[in-house]
Every structure is written in C-alpha cells, then in structure tokens.
C-alpha cells in the first residue's frame, strides 16, 4: 500500500498519489469540520438508542434533518473521494453514479445498525456494510456504473487518517498508569503469541499479522488499521472482520457472569472486559452488566488500548517493511527502501492525533472529534459495502479459512487468560481495589 511519493504532472493533472491523497482529503475534512462542526454531521438513525418500532421509522425519515444530513453528505463525500480520485490518477468515468449508489446502501446499513436489538448486541455498522456488499455481490453481477464506485482502498485510507483525529494522547492520562501499563503488557504479549500461534499453523504472514492486531489491541480498527499498513488481502480482512464481530457477542455475555461466579471485585472484571472482547460497543455492554464501576474500568483500559493503535501501526509497518523480501530481491531493506513502503496515511493518523491532542482546545477537540469520528466510520462503511461487492463467497472458501478461524479462537482463548491473570495482578494485588 505504500507508494513512492512524486508529484507528477500527467496529461495536464497534479499527481501525487493514493496515500498522500487521502492525507490531504482527511485534513480537508478535518477542516470543514472545525469551521463548521455540527452542522455537517452524518445522518442519525434513532440517536443513541436506536429504533425498535414502525412509529420510531416513521419519526426518524419524518425529520427534515435527516433529509438534509443525507444530502450533505452525498455532495461533501462525493466531491472529496473525486477530488482522492483524480489526485491518485484514477478515472472518473461512472464513479458519480457508482458512489451514489454505494452510499445509499451505506445509509442503509447504517440503519439497519441501529435497530434497538442490534445495538444491544453490539453489532457495528461495518458488519452491516460488509453483509449487504457480501449478499449484492454474490447474488448479483455487478455493473460497471456501480463498479467504479468501489474504491475500496481510498475510503480506507482516508477513515483512517480521520481516525486519528479520535485517538487523543491526552486519553493517555485519563486512562492512568494501571490501566495503560495493562494495555502495553497485553497488547504485546497477545499480539506475539498470535502471530506465533498463526505461522506454526502454517498460516501465511499477511494473514497471521493481521489475525494478531485484531485479537490483542481492538478488534475492528486494528484490523483495518493494519490491514491498510501492510497492503492486506481484502478478502481476508472481511473475513477477520466477520470473526470478530461473531465472537465478541457470546464473550460479551459470558465473561461477566463467569467474572461473578469467580467472585472477581469490578475493578478487575472491568479491566478484564476491556483488555480482552474487541469491539468497542461490546465492551460497553458487558461492562454495564458488571455494575457502574466495571463499565468505568472497562472503559478505562478499552480506551488504553485505542491510545497504543498509532504507535501499533507505525511499528507494524517497519515490521512489514523488513519481513518482506519480496519488493528488495531478499537484500537488504535500507531506510529509503522503508521511506518507500511506508504508508503515508499512517502519518497522516499520527497528525491528525497529534493536532487534535495538542494545538485544539479541549472543547474543540471534544465536539469537532464527535463529528470526525462519524466521518470516519461512514468512510469505513463505504470500503466495506466496496469490500462485499468485490469478494465472491468461492474466494472465501478457496482460501482455506478454518485455519486462520482456529487460529483466532486459539489467541483469543490466550487473550482471556493473560488479560484475566494480568488484571488482577495489576487491579487487585498492586493496584485499586
């Protein structure tokens, strides 16, 4: 995924390539945001709670402000993903009618996301996107027109620059040492087991680094994260993402009974539930179940865990950079070899984290962030959607995946059990209790 970076002029345009075109497409968004903040949100369906009912529907496509949400941001992600487009020397033919139509079915994962019962769950909308990309995709040939709208690699790269702007340093104070010093220990520990556990099974590196970001820092995000970082297969981070959305359900609901039946204080289950079950939305769930002081734990160490995911993907591209031979012959990997493959976006995230951390005020930074998260995540859906449409079930089951299944499972049972053991360690015989 990382590109030699060069402008060029071609055929009369400026070219300066994908990654770099999504830094500047993420801090253009990240602009328009500080300067106008609410008032070019995302649609909402439902709010925080969700629907459940025909008359929550009718309410919610009732509202003008829905309406002119949906609108605005059809016209502002259409006009910046142009913009990533030309800018990458990519061709414009068809992509106004193909990016419509991907949006429209990100809006409607998005509200299919928000369906009461699904929310509980902790089902996020990129699951969403990704099963309705899968079922068109498969059940469907797709059209050239709606081709060109997936551009699955740009939406990636520019949610993730944008996620930066929601990884704030200053979260590292909020979380505090126990629970930042549990994060570091796990987050490594986990990861090394993982990618250990995967190349004995024979699992290729692509796979098994990507299979190990998302059990040991934060599921969802890490995985694309890294995946982006290391040019991944998208066909295996779909299918990552999958397993992980699956397992956290039982592990939400199961690892806080088991917490009481152990008779663990909340403190340590909180910081048990944070360290271990992936998805951010599940870890609120299972922490609300464990009382008011685990959820506060929970969240605690889940958000230790997000701080580390800038400095995860840094240090997993110069991993990658080294590990792969395959672009240097099997000689050795110099710096501006490094410099090379890096993926620019990667910095791009540190930058944005880096402003919003320390050059907004706290205020700003607090509602602009709100916002830019949601642009973030709508990037997200659209790769997703893009990332269905493309993938062919046969794909799936030609890629052997039971393997890198057991695999996950295997470092996930690892992850309950260092996470639980180094919990209480560090929230019980060292620290609060």
Known sequence: MSEEVKSVHKRGRLLIG?????????????VLVVLFGQAISTPSFGGSAG??????????????????????TLLIFGIFSAIGLYLSGDSLKNFLTGFVAVCLLAFLAQFLSSFAAFKNLGLETVFFSLLLGLLIGNLFSIPSWLRAGVQTELYVKIGLVLLGATILFNDIMKAGSFGLLQAVIVVISVWYFTF??????????????????????????AAIVTAGAINGDKKKLSFIISVVMIVAIPMMILLPIIAKWMGLSEIVTGAWLGG??????????????AGETGLKYATIVKFSQNVLLGLAAFAISVFWAYRDKSATNGTKVSVSIIW?????????????SLIFSFLLSPETAETSGKVVKSYSTFWFNLAFISIGLETRFSDLRAMDSKKPFYSFLIGQGFNIIFTLLVSYILFHLIGPR
């Open 276 to 289: 271990t079950i992936d998805t951010t939305g599940a870890v609120v769930v299972a922490g609300t179940i």
């Open 18 to 30: 994908q990654d770099w075109a999504s830094v500047a497409i993420g801090f253009g968004i990240i």
């Open 340 to 352: 090379e493959r890096f993926p620019k976006f990667v910095l791009g995230f540190i930058m944005a």
């Open 196 to 221: 250990w556990i995967s190349r004995r099974m024979k699992i290729d590196d692509e796979y098994s680094t990507m299979l190990a970001s998302a059990v040991s820092i934060c599921g969802v995000s």
């Open 51 to 72: 629907w459940n009912n025909i008359g929550a529907i009718t309410e919610i496509f009732g509202s003008s402000k829905l309406l002119t949400a949906i609108i605005s």
